[in-house]
T-cell receptor, first 111, second 112 residues
Framework: KAGVTQTPRYLIKTRGQQVTLSCSPI?????VSWYQQTPGQGLQFLFE???????NKGNFPGRFSGRQFSNSRSEMNVSTLELGDSALYLC??????????FGPGTRLTVT | ELKVEQNPLFLSMQEGKNYTIYCNYS?????LYWYRQDPGKSLESLFV?????AVKQEGRLMASLDTKARLSTLHITAAVHDLSATYFC????????????FGRGTQLTVWP
């Protein structure tokens, strides 16, 4: 069974730009969660989608948004990028509220 | 908000030695996860602990859960260099189990 895939793996953007990250969950998994990992803040939850609905949301500004499609693939978008948005963005998929399996991550660098 | 505390945050140990990583969480939870992360890599699931008293072992690692004490431990037996990595515990609760709360991680270095 294929694992969670994320694209792109690496991204360099300039302050003020926007970015879209993509996550394809394990086949059959309908829940997708997104996390931001930084050396200073550790692993922080962004949001979770289940059956195209945002079910949980972390404490991030409105510049961070996401969505899920009918095939369970998910995207997250960050608008008006700031230097502090540089991080490893991880997505995880699971069956309904089960164990989460993480993708390889997208390394975003904002300059 | 659910808080998860791990200690120690940094652990340097000699090969062959034993040590325990501790994970405390602040409110009731019914499952506890341990993950491993190698530098620049994603999180690899190690253990899922679902009930009080649960104990799981894989190779030189053994994890346990005490829900009454809100404590999980990850015990390392006879450490080897390949165990060098960062270990995270995480938990969730109730209807927000799609959201995991992570500890800060324990960076383990095993030296000869």
């Amino acid at each position: 069974k294929a694992g969670v895939t994320q694209t792109p793996r690496y991204l360099i953007k300039t302050r003020g730009q926007q970015v879209t990250l993509s996550c394809s969950p394990i086949s059959g998994h309908r829940s997708v969660s997104w996390y931001q990992q930084t050396p200073g803040q550790g692993l922080q939850f962004l949001f979770e989608y289940f059956s195209e609905t945002q079910r949980n949301k972390g404490n991030f500004p409105g510049r961070f948004s996401g969505r899920q499609f009918s095939n369970s693939r998910s995207e997250m978008n960050v608008s008006t990028l700031e230097l502090g948005d540089s991080a490893l963005y991880l997505c995880a998929s699971s069956l309904h509220m089960g164990e989460q399996y993480f993708g390889p991550g997208t390394r975003l660098t904002v300059t | 908000e659910l808080k998860v505390e791990q200690n120690p945050l940094f652990l340097s140990m000699q090969e062959g030695k034993n040590y325990t990583i501790y994970c405390n969480y602040s409110t009731t939870s019914d499952r506890l996860y341990w993950y491993r992360q190698d530098p620049g890599k994603s999180l690899e699931s190690l253990f899922v602990l679902l009930s009080n008293g649960a104990v799981k072992q894989e190779g030189r690692l053994m994890a346990s859960l005490d829900t009454k004490a809100r404590l999980s431990t990850l015990h390392i037996t006879a450490a080897v260099h390949d165990l060098s990595a960062t270990y995270f515990c995480a938990t969730g609760r109730g209807s927000t189990l799609g959201r995991l709360y992570f500890g800060r991680g324990t960076q383990l270095t095993v030296w000869p």
